[in-house]
């Protein structure tokens, strides 16, 4: 079985060829050409069908994430029991022979309530700077010249529907 980039060769190998026959070119091209298309139909069978494999993978994991948040809000569920229980009883530690269990009491944090009333001393500054490419774009469209940019034409691509 000939592989497609094969008979692609062939047939501009033969295409480019002015030592043959033209009737003998032709009818070689349209027999590769045939072969091309047949060989064409099936990668795009199989394109789909890994679409297909796709789709079922992305159920899959869909279903595994709402799997894994229920267990994470079930593990959080258990600990808030345990928690609010050992703290009604004052137990600070229960241990057993696979973990230890021990109540800690809550960590320090800042509490803002006004961000506005913070001083600039203890604010950080950050600023995101970006092209607006959709801008660029329009502007180029429309003839202007934009140092720094212009526009190209993207990779060429199949669609099979």
Known sequence: MTALHQLTGQYLALANDEDIDPQAIADTLEAISGSIQEKAVSLADWALDLDGNVEKIDAAISRLEAKKKQ???????????????????????????????????????????????????????????????????????????????????????????
């Open 71 to 161: 267990l994470k809000a079930r593990r959080e569920s258990l600990n808030e029991y345990l928690l609010t229980n050992m703290q009604a009883t004052g137990i600070k530690k229960i241990q057993c022979d696979l973990f230890t269990i021990t109540l800690l009491d809550g960590r320090e944090s800042v509490a803002i309530s006004d961000e506005s009333l913070i001083p600039d001393e203890f604010l950080n500054v950050a600023t995101l700077i970006t092209p607006d490419k959709k801008a660029i774009a329009k502007a180029i469209k429309e003839g202007a010249e934009v140092a720094g940019a212009s526009l190209q034409k993207g990779r060429p691509s199949i669609k099979i529907k």
